[in-house]
Structures are given as C-alpha cells and as structure tokens.
Nanobody, 115 residues
C-alpha cells in the first residue's frame, strides 16, 4: 500500500507556469509506473503523463511539449512542470501509481487557468 499526496496547484493566468508535486508514503523505486491524470468539470478523468521505473516518459498529445514529468526515486516524489498553461488545462490533477496488480490515487489538487 502507498499513499500519494499532491501539492502545488493554484490559480494562474494563461501562459503561466505551475509545478505540481506528488509525495509517496514509501519508496517508489519498485513502482513500475508513476504518473498524472486530470479531470475537468463534467468530463472523464484523462491521462496526462507517465514515468516508468525504466526511465521512459509518455505524454498526452494535448500537453506534449508544454508539460514535463520527473521522477525522483530517492525522494519518493513525482513532479509535473506545467508551462504555457491554457484555460483548457483547468482541472483537478491526480497523482497515480501503478504496480503489476494494484493502482493508487491521490486526492487531487486543483489547477485553474484564467484567460
């Protein structure tokens, strides 16, 4: 079992930047996939970015080139640097961890981008 706690959300103007952080309650070294999802009002939760234990990163088309995910196994954190934010990036952002037979979610952090 692992608890995930997000931080760093807030209100920012379009074109601005925010950095989200996800702190895990135990080592993430052996967790195959750590990532971020988001859910906008009235919409389904969607994939944003993922970092594997092997160092591979994957991004949704809508954020590629603007967002950067980084994983620090020593600090048990996963960060999401968001640049060039757009109003359509407004959502609750959730940290996610996936093992071979389990999945973990944080409670989310709100990101609001004003136009």
């Amino acid at each position: 079992q692992v608890q995930l706690v997000e931080s760093g959300g807030g209100l920012v103007q379009a074109g601005g930047s925010l950095s989200l952080s996800c702190a895990a309650s135990r080592s993430i070294f052996s967790i195959p996939s750590m990532g971020w999802y988001r859910q906008a009002p009235g919409k389904q939760r969607e994939f944003v970015a993922r970092s594997t234990s092997g160092g591979k990163t994957t991004y949704a088309d809508s954020v590629r080139g603007r967002f950067t995910i980084s994983r620090d196994n020593a600090k048990n954190t996963v960060n999401l640097q968001m640049n060039g934010l757009k109003p359509e990036d407004t959502a609750v952002y959730y940290c996610n961890g996936q093992t071979w037979d389990d999945e973990y979610w944080g409670k989310g952090t709100q990101v609001t981008v004003s136009s």
